[in-house]
Every structure is written in structure tokens, then in C-alpha cells.
T-cell receptor, first 112, second 113 residues
Framework: KQEVTQIPAALSVPEGENLVLNCSFTDSAIYNLQWFRQDPGKGLTSLLLIQSSQREQTSGRLNASLDKSSGRSTLYIAASQPGDSATYLCATHKAAGNKLTFGGGTRVLVKP | SAVISQKPSRDICQRGTSLTIQCQVDSQVTMMFWYRQQPGQSLTLIATANQGSEATYESGFVIDKFPISRPNLTFSTLTVSNMSPEDSSIYLC??????????FGPGTRLTVT
């Protein structure tokens, strides 16, 4: 059974600092990995999708890497802003069309 | 991407009653899912909503408690039946698109008193 872990559970940084969010998973046989953002009491916004054959994906200030062999993914957010304050969740797909298995999330606070 | 709407956005219900949550997508999709997010927790899959057939439920979730309908490729409903305070959660529907990227609706915040 896949287990997805995100450490730390919470993170506080001053504005302008780069954010590094970690995600680890126990079963490396994943189809893809997806990073989401969730604002308090809201739904999830998809940030980046990394297919199992890819090493990284980039979108603006966001960069996500994937190392399947070690069961790790890292989300980098450059030059953080107060608007980046949210909970960030990673999730893996075991197989095509299958369910997502979520990590517990990292709650980020960017202080002005 | 996909635009997903849910109704209601929030509700406060009494113990023992039922609530039906609607999920509408702006395009036809094959894969649609229902998740639950309990307070302070991450997301747990309730079931996969299959068009034209019975939903596929995850371990710990049963059809009598969470009946699901999927009459077409753009719409689904989830009913939370005989509610108790432990059912207080955010309920989210999601759809799977190309590359199996999933998109989520805004969620329905349910409080059971």
C-alpha cells in the first residue's frame, strides 16, 4: 500500500526566501506525481504534474523534481511571496486512471 | 484543464438527515472521483463514480452511507446519508483528464450538528 509523507507539516519563512517542500513515497512504481495548493476551506488547485518518465517540471516560479528510485519529489518555490501562503499537497497515481494517494500536506506561511 | 462546480458550497445539517452534493463539469470526462477531507486531515478517496454503472467504493466506505449517481459524463452526485457529527468534512469531486492529471472542484463544507 502506497504511503505518501510530507515533512515538515508546517513551515514559516520571510518574504523573498526560496521555499523547499518535500514529498516521499514508499512505492516507486508510480504512474505520475501531482502537486496541489489548497487555501483554507477551499478546493485544490493543480500546480504541477510530473510523469514517471520525467525528472522535473517547471511553471513560473515553481519547479518540481522527481526521483522515483529514492521515492522523493521536491517542490521549489522561488522568491516566496505572502500570496504563496497555503497548504501544499503532493499525491501519487499508482496506475493510469487510478486513485490519487495524498500526503498530509505542508502548511506554508510567508511573512511580509 | 476543467471547470468544476459543486453545490452547495457549504451546509449545516442535523444528525440523522441526508445531504446530496452535486458536481458539474464543463466538459465530458470519463473519470470522476469523490474525496473526503476531515478537519485538519488530508484527502481520502471515497469512490470512483462510473457512468452508467455502480460506483467503485474504497475500503471503509459503503454504498448505503454514500450513494453516488453518475447519469452522464458531466454530472455526478454524492449523498451523505444518516449523518452524524463524524461526517463533518469537506467533500470534493475531481476529474481525471489527459495524462491522468486530476482537477478538483471547490468543495462542499459540511457541518453536522
Amino acid at each position: 500500500k502506497q504511503e505518501v509523507t510530507q515533512i515538515p507539516a508546517a513551515l514559516s519563512v520571510p518574504e523573498g526566501e526560496n521555499l523547499v517542500l518535500n514529498c516521499s513515497f514508499t512505492d516507486s512504481a508510480i504512474y505520475n506525481l501531482q502537486w496541489f495548493r489548497q487555501d483554507p476551506g477551499k478546493g485544490l488547485t493543480s500546480l504541477l504534474l510530473i510523469q514517471s518518465s520525467q525528472r522535473e517540471q517547471t511553471s513560473g516560479r515553481l519547479n518540481a523534481s522527481l526521483d522515483k528510485s529514492s521515492g522523493r519529489s521536491t517542490l521549489y518555490i522561488a522568491a516566496s511571496q505572502p500570496g504563496d501562503s497555503a497548504t501544499y499537497l503532493c499525491a501519487t497515481h499508482k496506475a493510469a486512471g487510478n486513485k490519487l494517494t495524498f500526503g498530509g500536506g505542508t502548511r506554508v506561511l510567508v511573512k511580509p | 484543464s476543467a471547470v468544476i462546480s459543486q453545490k452547495p458550497s457549504r451546509d449545516i445539517c442535523q444528525r440523522g438527515t441526508s445531504l446530496t452534493i452535486q458536481c458539474q463539469v464543463d466538459s465530458q470526462v470519463t473519470m470522476m472521483f469523490w474525496y473526503r477531507q476531515q478537519p485538519g486531515q488530508s484527502l481520502t478517496l471515497i469512490a470512483t463514480a462510473n457512468q452508467g454503472s455502480e460506483a467503485t467504493y474504497e475500503s471503509g466506505f459503503v454504498i448505503d452511507k454514500f450513494p453516488i449517481s453518475r447519469p452522464n459524463l458531466t454530472f455526478s452526485t454524492l449523498t451523505v446519508s444518516n449523518m452524524s457529527p463524524e461526517d463533518s468534512s469537506i467533500y470534493l469531486c475531481s476529474v481525471g483528464l489527459a495524462g491522468y492529471e486530476q482537477y478538483f472542484g471547490p468543495g462542499t463544507r459540511l457541518t453536522v450538528t
